[in-house]
């Protein structure tokens, strides 16, 4: 499996990519908002797009799509609730779906709400393991609920879902905001070291050339996996006076997602 992570540079921070075969040159292209640099990519490569995947329906995730098809004659794949949502969807997708390109790559649909209900993720049936997140896991972070989505159900996903992908799972999220991520968990924990650390090294990045994490990295930064952490519950209950001295793990996951929606 070949992995090209595409910046679009917007003011959205989205990235785009591109998952091709190496055999065959065929490649998928997810939520490629940036339809130009998503067809000269593939061009530069040899590759031919033959599917678009969106992982929702929100427009800088879809907005490429017209374009694509255009071009290519590509499928286009999402949520099987999301057909109404998405215009031309030819393949709806259920959790444990298994998309192919080419001869060599196999990818699990996993159905990943609380961003919106209709969110789709992805994950590699690779000897290294890929979860391609869309806006429901960013690195050092976790999505936002406010347009069609549900905190509560969100926090199922990362409970129930991905906090059980294997440690070496490398994080492919539809945005680039891990600085601003990590700046949130030390304001929650301001004694995280590894956070600190990762924020330093990140600071002026290349952007055309981010930094991929992984599942390991992100327990040890990501205040969303770090639920039961002394320090992230003493600064939660200085925000929430009324919350017990030892909150249930979906409690802290719920007010820390209602501190990040203002931060």
């Known amino acids: 499996?070949?992995?090209k992570q595409i910046w679009t540079g917007n003011n959205y921070r989205n990235f785009n990519y591109l998952i091709a075969c190496k055999e065959s040159g065929e490649a998928l292209a997810i939520d490629p908002l940036d339809?130009?640099?998503?067809?000269?990519?593939a061009k530069d490569e040899g590759w031919d797009i033959t599917q678009v995947l969106n992982t929702h329906e929100h427009n800088d995730h879809t907005g490429g799509n017209e374009a694509v098809v255009k071009a290519t004659g590509a499928k286009i794949l999402a949520h099987k609730n999301a057909k109404d949502k998405i215009a031309n969807v030819s393949r709806g997708l259920s959790a444990g779906d298994i998309i192919k390109v080419g001869k060599?790559?196999?990818l699990e649909a996993m159905d990943t709400p609380g961003h919106t209900m209709c969110h789709i993720c992805l994950r590699s049936h690779t000897e290294q393991p890929a979860l391609f997140s869309g806006d429901t896991m960013f690195n050092a972070g976790a999505g936002n609920c406010h347009n069609g989505g549900s905190a509560p159900e969100m926090f199922k996903t990362f409970a129930e879902q991905l906090d059980k992908l294997p440690e070496n799972t490398l994080i492919y999220p539809g945005h680039d905001y891990i600085e601003n991520n990590l700046r949130f968990t030390l304001n929650r924990e301001p004694d995280n070291g590894v956070a600190q650390a990762m924020l330093d090294k990140l600071a002026g990045q290349d952007l055309t050339k981010a930094h991929v994490t992984?599942?390991?990295?992100?327990?040890?930064?990501?205040?969303?996996?770090?639920?039961?952490?002394p320090s992230v519950i003493a600064r939660l209950r200085e925000s929430f006076p009324d919350l017990p001295a030892n909150p249930d793990a979906k409690t802290v996951f719920l007010k820390l997602r209602e501190l990040r929606n203002s931060w």
């Open 1 to 3: 499996m070949i992995v």
């Open 214 to 229: 992984t599942m390991a990295a992100e327990r040890t930064f990501n205040t969303f996996f770090r639920l039961s952490n």
């Open 35 to 41: 339809s130009d640099k998503c067809l000269k990519a």
């Open 104 to 106: 060599t790559v196999e």
